[in-house]
C-alpha cells in the first residue's frame, strides 16, 4: 500500500491536490465557485513566471503547447470577441461589458486554461485521479448525514455565503444545502457540493469515468460506488444514461484499429437492418420514458431551447445577444438558453459562438479518438470530451467548469501526450502515468 501512495512532487500538483482534496471544505463555507477561477489564475502565472525563469532555471520550462490547445484557446478568445462584438450592437453599457468579460475568464476561459495547465506544466494524470478518490471517499463519510437530515426534516438551505459579494451567475453558487425537494414530486434529492441536482449528477459521471482508470483495485471500486450513488441520489436523467451508454461507446471506440471489433460491428450492423423495426420501437419508447421521467422539467427545457432559437434567428443570428435574460413564468423565469450549452451559445454568441465552441470539440473527438488507440491517457481524454459532448445538450458548460476543471486538466494532459506521439516519441510517465492492464474501459 506504501509503495502505491501518490502525493504531490511539486508546487502545481500540491495545488490541484489541495483544491480536490479540500473541495467539501470549501463548499462549506461558499468557496468552491470562487476555487477554479483562483487556481486556473495561479496556474497560468506559473507558466508564465517559468517561461520568464527559464534561462536560470531550464529544467522547469513548460513543455511547449500543443496544437489542440492552441485551438481551445482559439475557440475560446473567438467567443470573447462575440461578446464584446455583441455587447456593441445591443448597446449594452460599460459597466455590462466588463461584468460580462469577468463572466466570460470564469466561464469560458477555464475551458481553455486548465487543458493548457495540464498539457504544459509537469502534472501526472494519476495525481488527479488519485485525489478524486480522496474526494470520493470524503463523500461517501458525508453522505449519511445529508440522507438523515432530510429524513429528521432538517431546514434544506443552511445559509448563503457572504462570498456571494464576489459575484457569480446566481446565489445558488454561494448556497450550502443538505438536500433539496423537487417541487414538481416531493421527492428528496441531493446536490452535494453543486448548485443543482443535475450538476451534482454531472461530478459523479466524471468520478465514475476516473475511477475506471485508477490503478488501485479497492480505490477504483470506491470511486465507482460513490459515482454511481450521487447519479442515483440526484435523480438526474442523464447522469444515469451517461453510466449506461457511455461504458460500450468509449471501449469501442477505444478499439476501432482493431479488425476483429470492425468485422464484429459489420455483422452487429447487418443484423441490426433486419430487426430494425423493433428496434426503432424499442428506443422510441426509451425516449418517451426519458421524457416523461420528469415531464415538467422536459417541457420548460424544450420551451427555453425553443424560445432561444427562434430569438436568435429573428433578432441576431450572427453575434447573438450578448447577454442572458429571465424568461416568463411559462419557463418558470429560467434564463434563456439556460439547460443547453448550443441554444444558450445561440442566444447569447451567435453562430460565431456555436463555432467557437464546435471547432475545438471536432478537434479534441479527432485527436482523442487517434491517441485511444494507442494509450490508455488518450482513452480518458476520449471520455472526457464524450461526457462535455452529452451534457453540452442538457447543460451549460461554461457555468459547471468551475466544478469539471480536474477532468478539462486531464484533457490538457492527454493533448500532450498527443503531441509526444505525433513527434514518435516514447510515451513517458508524464504523459502516460496510466498502467494500460488496469483501465476497465
Known amino acids: 500500500m506504501v509503495a502505491d501512495r501518490i502525493t504531490p512532487e511539486n508546487s502545481e500538483e500540491r495545488l490541484i491536490f489541495g483544491a480536490i482534496v479540500w473541495c467539501w471544505a470549501f463548499y462549506a463555507i461558499g468557496a468552491l465557485y470562487v476555487v477554479g477561477p483562483v487556481l486556473a489564475m495561479l496556474l497560468l502565472f506559473k507558466i508564465v513566471w517559468r517561461h520568464y525563469t527559464a534561462p536560470a532555471r531550464p529544467h522547469l520550462k513548460p513543455d511547449p503547447v500543443p496544437a489542440g490547445v492552441w485551438v481551445w484557446i482559439g475557440g475560446m478568445l473567438a467567443m470573447l470577441v462575440a461578446l464584446l462584438v455583441a455587447h456593441v450592437l445591443n448597446g449594452l453599457d460599460a459597466p455590462q461589458t466588463i ?3 469577468i463572466g466570460w475568464l470564469k466561464g469560458w476561459g477555464l475551458l481553455a486554461l486548465f487543458p493548457l495547465a495540464g498539457a504544459c506544466l509537469r502534472i501526472r494524470p494519476a495525481l488527479v485521479l488519485r485525489a478524486m478518490y480522496w474526494f470520493a471517499l470524503q463523500t461517501a463519510i458525508i453522505t449519511p448525514f445529508l440522507v438523515l437530515a432530510a429524513l429528521a426534516h432538517l431546514p434544506s438551505k443552511l445559509f448563503i455565503s457572504p462570498l456571494q459579494v464576489i459575484g457569480g451567475p446566481g446565489p445558488e453558487f454561494f448556497a450550502i444545502y443538505l438536500y433539496i425537494v423537487d417541487p414538481s414530486n416531493g421527492a428528496l ?10 450538476a451534482a449528477g454531472m461530478m459523479g459521471d466524471m468520478i465514475c469515468l476516473f475511477a475506471c482508470f485508477e490503478t488501485n483495485r479497492r ?3 470506491l470511486g465507482l460506488f460513490v459515482g454511481v450513488m450521487m447519479a442515483l441520489m440526484t435523480k438526474s ?3 444515469m444514461l451517461f453510466l449506461i451508454i457511455a461504458p460500450p461507446v468509449l471501449w469501442t471506440l477505444s478499439r476501432l ?4 471489433l470492425l468485422m464484429t460491428g459489420a455483422a452487429i450492423s447487418t443484423l441490426s437492418g433486419i430487426i430494425a423495426s423493433p428496434i426503432i420501437t424499442a428506443i422510441q419508447d426509451g425516449v418517451a420514458a426519458f421524457k416523461g421521467a420528469r415531464a415538467d422539467s422536459t417541457r420548460v427545457r424544450a420551451a427555453l431551447g425553443r424560445i432561444a432559437v427562434d430569438r436568435w434567428w429573428d433578432e441576431a443570428p450572427i453575434w447573438g445577444h450578448g447577454i442572458v435574460v429571465r424568461g416568463s413564468h411559462h ?10 450549452t448550443w441554444f444558450g451559445l445561440l442566444y447569447v454568441k451567435g453562430a460565431v459562438g456555436a463555432l467557437a465552441l464546435a471547432m475545438p470539440i471536432l478537434w479534441t ?3 482523442m479518438l487517434l491517441l485511444a488507440q494507442v494509450s490508455p491517457l488518450g482513452r480518458l481524454g476520449l471520455g472526457v470530451v464524450l461526457m462535455m459532448i452529452f451534457y453540452s445538450f442538457g447543460e451549460n458548460l461554461e457555468i459547471l467548469a468551475y466544478l469539471a476543471w480536474p477532468a478539462l486538466l486531464l484533457l490538457g494532459c492527454a493533448f500532450g501526450a498527443a503531441r509526444t506521439a505525433r513527434q514518435g516519441m516514447e510515451l513517458d510517465e508524464k504523459t ?6 488496469v483501465v476497465t474501459v
Request: proline share 12%; with cysteine; glycine share 4%.
Open 219 to 221: 480505490y477504483r471500486r
Open 99 to 101: 461584468k460580462s468579460s
Open 237 to 239: 436523467r442523464m447522469a
Open 257 to 260: 484499429s482493431r479488425p476483429r
Open 189 to 198: 434529492r441531493w446536490q452535494f457540493v453543486c448548485p443543482w441536482a443535475p
Open 331 to 340: 419557463v418558470e423565469y429560467m434564463p434563456i438558453g439556460s439547460h443547453h
Open 432 to 437: 502516460l502515468a496510466i498502467p494500460a492492464g
Open 365 to 367: 473527438v479527432v485527436e
